[in-house]
């Protein structure tokens, strides 16, 4: 790794999440040709999307992962 690149790294880790998260969207739509884009990826970017926009408008209950995994376990067991 270069120190340019450990630069880049180190900085773009430094950024918030939503940032973060923009930055790696380009990075990795810039790792495939123009042409590759298809209709599933489309409909993930609009589902991404919509999902992002109902937490930010907080219409949807954020749950953490092991309490997740805890409602499943007991819903499986009764």
Known sequence: M????ATLIRDGLALDADQRAVVANALLESLHDAGD???IDAAWRAEAAQRLA???AG???LVDADEHYARLRASLTE
């Not at 270069?2 to 690149?5: E, R, V």
Request: aromatic fraction near 0%; proline fraction near 8%; charge should be negative.
């Open 2 to 5: 270069t120190p340019d690149t």
């Open 54 to 56: 109902e937490i930010r």
């Open 37 to 39: 884009t298809n209709d």
């Open 59 to 61: 219409a949807v209950e």
